[in-house]
């Protein structure tokens, strides 16, 4: 366990469920569980993990970039490179128009979306349990994928693209002609295609983070049940097949929202 006050399955769960937070007003260190977050509230442990391993990505892929050969490459450069080629075939795919942004973006995207749900595999009690007893930390989430606030950041960044370049592809009389007069070509109907297309545009980040959120946050959820309901000695029946299972998922959850992304991105550039 993490600390020595929790004693019961509830009070177990409560704990991992909340956030380190940092209130902006006082900057006081808060525990509270993710249904209370504010606006002047920022959950400190998700936005520290996410640009450790942020940096963590920038760092391997740099190292590895001034170390590339032409020879027989190592496991690292063969890895990268198989990384690489599998985004840039998706995008070569499915997306139709012209960006130097669009394949870059797309990695981004995918390692770092991987690397923080690869966190859910960590043993549930070690970086919460190093938290309290070496910074006396009252409280640590670490999977970043499992708040909703990441998640959300993540899908408005993309939905900001989106905007950007439906604008600057199709210009912005085109944009607008496109939200009033899609699905239904008539000036009657523009009342209707106007609630129909804004409903459109807006569920896609909507989809994307919840959907990432929904996934993380469940299986976080097992690995916390496993941990708190069974012996310590008797817990790997369960833990290890959830876990090889996981890998599954948070491969898959990574892919799809870089997918998602292209092929939102990719609609931009289509003129109906």
């Given at each position: 366990?993490?600390?020595r006050?929790?004693?019961?399955?509830?009070?177990?769960i409560?704990?991992?469920?909340k956030?380190?937070?940092?209130?902006?007003?006082?900057?006081?260190?808060?525990?509270?569980p993710?249904?209370?977050?504010?606006?002047?509230?920022?959950?400190?442990?998700?936005?520290?993990?996410?640009?450790?391993?942020?940096?963590?990505?920038?760092?391997?892929?740099?190292?590895?970039?001034?170390?590339?050969?032409?020879?027989?490459?190592n496991?690292?450069?063969?890895?990268i490179?198989?990384?690489?080629?599998?985004?840039?075939?998706?995008?070569?795919e499915?997306?139709y128009?012209?960006?130097?942004?669009?394949?870059?973006?797309?990695?981004?995207i995918?390692?770092?979306?991987?690397?923080?749900?690869?966190?859910?595999?960590l043993?549930?009690?070690?970086?919460?349990?190093?938290?309290?007893?070496?910074?006396?930390?009252?409280?640590?989430?670490?999977?970043?994928?499992?708040?909703?606030?990441?998640?959300?950041?993540m899908?408005?960044?993309?939905?900001?693209?989106?905007?950007?370049?439906?604008?600057?592809i199709?210009?912005?009389?085109?944009?607008?002609?496109?939200?009033?007069?899609?699905?239904?070509?008539?000036?009657?109907?523009?009342?209707?295609n106007?609630i129909?297309?804004?409903?459109?545009?807006?569920?896609?980040?909507?989809s994307?983070?919840?959907?990432?959120?929904?996934n993380?946050?469940?299986g976080?959820?097992?690995f916390?049940?496993?941990?708190?309901l069974?012996?310590?000695?008797?817990?790997?029946m369960?833990s290890?097949?959830?876990?090889?299972?996981?890998?599954?998922?948070?491969?898959?959850q990574?892919?799809?929202?870089?997918?998602?992304?292209?092929?939102?991105?990719s609609?931009?550039?289509?003129?109906?």
């Open positions: 366990m993490a600390t006050e929790i004693l019961t399955p509830q009070l177990y409560n704990h991992h469920l956030h380190l937070q940092l209130d902006l007003r006082t900057f006081e260190l808060l525990i509270s993710i249904s209370s977050s504010k606006f002047w509230i920022l959950n400190l442990d998700s936005m520290c993990f996410s640009i450790f391993l942020g940096g963590i990505f920038l760092l391997i892929f740099n190292i590895s970039a001034k170390k590339i050969t032409t020879n027989v490459p496991k690292m450069q063969t890895a490179e198989l990384i690489v080629n599998f985004v840039d075939s998706n995008v070569r499915m997306y128009g012209t960006s130097k942004i669009i394949a870059p973006l797309a990695l981004t995918f390692v770092w979306v991987f690397l923080m749900n690869f966190m859910d595999l043993p549930i009690d070690l970086l919460p349990f190093t938290g309290k007893y070496l910074l006396d930390l009252p409280a640590l989430r670490v999977v970043p994928s499992a708040d909703v606030n990441i998640t959300v950041s899908a408005l960044g993309v939905f900001s693209l989106i905007l950007f370049y439906s604008i600057k199709k210009g912005l009389n085109v944009f607008i002609k496109e939200l009033i007069l899609q699905p239904f070509h008539h000036p009657l109907f523009i009342p209707i106007l129909l297309e804004i409903v459109s545009l807006f569920s896609k980040p909507i994307l983070a919840l959907r990432l959120f929904g993380m946050y469940a976080e959820l097992i916390i049940l496993i941990a708190c069974l012996p310590w000695w008797s817990q790997w369960l290890v097949p959830w876990a090889i299972f996981h890998i599954v998922i948070i491969s898959l990574a892919f799809i929202f870089m997918i998602l992304t292209i092929i939102y991105l609609m931009t550039s289509e003129v109906h």
